[in-house]
């Protein structure tokens, strides 16, 4: 039996180099960014596996620490991000990430910056704080993780600083709604099968749906073009069957009623276990996950994103939280809310403001008709990425 079991490992190839055509451009990708930071790898002479699997416990990749290198990723979760706009960036996080395990024997990171961001693409394994692996990898955070990757000394990035430094002086209003009257509401204020819109003491809009799915609320025609440098805020409460539902503000053009991916909504969500996450519905899941003490759980919460040269600011209760390019190119016109399933958001001091100079003057744009649209989707990308 013995001499069976040496004769059979002695035949393997330790050099075999077999790498799915899929995979090919990120593996090409790797050694390019390896070598222009000194790492060279010559794994078609010295053997690579890189083939599909049907893994479980939601894990996306896996690699077998064998002669040679073997890596296994689910097809399943391949197949689903490729659906999506950030496909690409998803797909090649993942196939470094197993690389970084598997050619630069680089274990598992799961520190955390100040501002929340994970510190390196290769944070997995064990969970911390039951917090999604979700990382935010494109524009200047893509820059550092790559650095971070091949040289765990990097320093700590710019976007890593929870301190806000930019100017955001020179807007001026042009849209704003107190919510105080049916006529400022922007909704015909009712009790219909599928929601109930009501004006609570004078003061506020209560927004209660009767559906699974979920409701994004926006108010059209504003004229302003995401595109442009604006701010929007919206002093937000929210009741859920599931602490964990997601509300919050939405903005780009408006979906319709299907689960693809093919509008472009950008989002800045949180829930009551005060977590925040931003996004864009062309992508599988939301860029990242993020624990915020400046959330009142249950309470009233002021979101205010500011939208200046390509960037997202966003704050929660007039403090700075974090910051990323906007991937929408898209330019909508839509600023709105974003209800849970069958939960219940209160809302109050909706204000639009944009940059001083735009080409449709403030004072237009405050008297245009208040006019909110409601349509449903059965999901805002809310997906946890698998784990690595």
């Known amino acids: ?60 990749g896996l690699t077998h620490y064998e002669d040679p290198i073997r890596v296994e ?31 630069l ?74 919510f105080d009257t049916p006529a400022e509401s922007g909704l015909v204020i009712s009790d219909n099968a599928q929601y109930k819109t009501s004006i609570e003491n004078n003061s506020r809009l209560c927004f209660q749906s009767k559906v699974a799915e979920v409701y994004l609320v926006y108010l059209r025609d504003t004229l302003i073009n995401l595109q442009s440098d604006f701010s929007f805020q919206l002093t937000i409460q929210a009741s859920s069957l599931d602490a964990n539902d997601q509300f919050g503000l939405v903005f780009g053009t408006v979906p319709v009623k299907t689960n693809s991916y093919s509008e472009s909504v950008d989002y800045f969500t949180i829930n009551n276990n005060q977590k ?22 249950n309470g009233k919460n002021t979101l205010k994103v500011f939208k200046i040269s390509g960037m997202l600011y966003y704050f929660i209760n007039n403090q700075y939280c974090y910051s990323n390019e906007m991937v929408g190119t898209d330019p909508g016109n839509h600023f709105g809310f974003m209800v849970p399933s069958k939960g219940t958001v209160w809302l109050d001091n909706l204000i639009i403001k944009q940059k001083t100079g735009a080409n449709k003057s403030s004072k237009v744009m405050r008297n245009l008709p208040v006019e909110f649209e409601v349509t449903t989707i059965k999901s805002l990308n809310q997906k946890n990425v698998l784990n690595k």
């Open 276 to 297: 925040m996450y931003m996004g864009n519905r062309t992508w599988y899941s939301f860029f990242t996950e993020l624990a915020k003490p400046s959330i009142l759980a």
């Open 105 to 178: 024997n680089r274990t598992h990171l799961n520190d955390a910056f100040e501002n929340g961001d994970w510190k390196s693409m290769m944070c997995g394994g064990d969970k911390v704080n039951d917090r999604a692996w979700n990382i935010n990898y494109h524009g200047e955070r893509r820059a550092y993780y790559l650095d971070e990757l091949f040289d765990e000394s990097t320093s700590a990035p710019n976007f890593a600083s929870t301190q806000f430094l930019t100017d955001t002086t020179g807007f001026s209003i042009s849209r704003k709604l107190s």
């Open 1 to 60: 039996m013995l001499m069976v079991i040496f004769t059979f490992s002695s035949c393997k190839d330790h050099n075999e180099y077999r790498v799915g055509s899929e995979f090919s451009e990120y593996l090409q990708r790797f050694q390019n960014d390896a070598a222009k930071r000194g790492r060279t790898f010559n794994v078609e002479t010295e053997g690579l596996i890189i083939e599909f699997a049907n893994l479980k416990d939601n894990t996306a």
């Open 73 to 103: 990723i689910d097809e399943t979760y391949w197949n689903d991000i490729s659906e999506t706009a950030g496909a690409d960036l998803m797909k090649e996080d993942l196939i470094y990430h197993e690389l970084g395990h598997g050619l």
